[in-house]
């Protein structure tokens, strides 16, 4: 044999040995490796299915009753922001001021109600508690006796709002002894309820 083939000779074997070492992984390998294999569930979903959108004013709501009252205002004023007419976004507004304190902006927003809706019994009765507390009786007394009969006599607490409308006398106003003697309670039919803190219950009456 010549120089030149005895060189070629332990290329082919080194060829030869990858070859029979390729040929035995292959026979190791699992069945479909190597393979890409389809998938055959269902679709991903290209998004989030979308949430349900919620109504500001019932969110407000389920604040109010939850003595949050900045969030639920923020709440109201998103609903007037869709609808500037809604009755019940303004009496919300309104409700939601007075209990932070903002007795001027909550009557504001509470007469822009009962201008819109004059047969509005909560609008009224709301109208009343914040003019109370304002220490303005008679205009207190007025809007009690409205809701009153618009609600036909029916609410026990619009009949007790209107008695202590009317035996407030303006010459014993005194705006803090009223904010620090009576709480402001939110009933289920929306209306609210003025509870002397000395005569009510430990527990105030629950939304319905």
């Not at 009755?87 to 309104?94: F, Q, R, S, Y």
């Given at each position: 044999?010549?120089?030149?083939?005895?060189?070629?000779?332990?290329?082919?074997?080194?060829?030869?040995?990858?070859?029979?070492?390729?040929?035995?992984?292959?026979?190791?390998?699992?069945?479909?490796?190597?393979?890409?294999?389809?998938?055959?569930?269902?679709?991903?979903?290209?998004?989030?299915?979308?949430?349900?959108?919620?109504?500001?004013?019932?969110?407000?709501?389920?604040?109010?009753?939850?003595?949050?009252?900045?969030?639920?205002?923020?709440?109201?004023?998103?609903?007037?922001?869709?609808?500037?007419?809604?009755?019940?976004?303004?009496?919300?507004?309104?409700?939601?001021?007075?209990?932070?304190?903002?007795?001027?902006?909550?009557?504001?927003?509470?007469?822009?109600?009962?201008?819109?809706?004059?047969?509005?019994?909560?609008?009224?009765?709301?109208?009343?508690?914040?003019?109370?507390?304002?220490?303005?009786?008679?205009?207190?007394?007025?809007?009690?006796?409205?809701?009153?009969?618009?609600?036909?006599?029916?609410?026990?607490s619009i009949r007790r709002n209107l008695e202590?409308?009317?035996?407030?006398?303006?010459?014993?106003?005194?705006?803090?002894?009223?904010?620090s003697e009576f709480e402001l309670v939110r009933?289920?039919?929306?209306?609210?309820?003025?509870?002397?803190?000395?005569?009510?219950?430990?527990?105030?009456?629950?939304d319905g």
């Amino acid at each position: 044999m010549t120089q030149g083939g005895s060189g070629r000779l332990p290329s082919l074997k080194r060829n030869a040995s990858f070859l029979i070492a390729a040929i035995l992984l292959g026979a190791c390998a699992q069945p479909g490796e190597g393979r890409l294999l389809r998938y055959s569930g269902p679709p991903a979903p290209l998004f989030a299915p979308p949430i349900p959108e919620q109504d500001p004013v019932a969110v407000g709501h389920r604040l109010m009753a939850a003595g949050e009252y900045e969030l639920a205002l923020r709440r109201y004023e998103e609903a007037l922001v869709r609808d500037p007419g809604s009755v019940p976004a303004l009496i919300g507004v309104g409700t939601a001021n007075q209990r932070l304190g903002r007795l001027k902006r909550a009557e504001k927003f509470l007469v822009r109600a009962v201008e819109l809706a004059p047969d509005s019994v909560a609008g009224w009765n709301n109208l009343g508690v914040v003019r109370y507390k304002l220490g303005e009786y008679k205009a207190a007394h007025a809007a009690f006796r409205t809701a009153f009969a618009l609600d036909g006599g029916r609410s026990e607490s619009i009949r007790r709002n209107l008695e202590l409308a009317r035996f407030r006398s303006p010459e014993t106003v005194d705006i803090d002894r009223v904010a620090s003697e009576f709480e402001l309670v939110r009933r289920g039919d929306g209306t609210y309820l003025l509870v002397d803190r000395k005569a009510a219950p430990e527990t105030p009456p629950e939304d319905g």
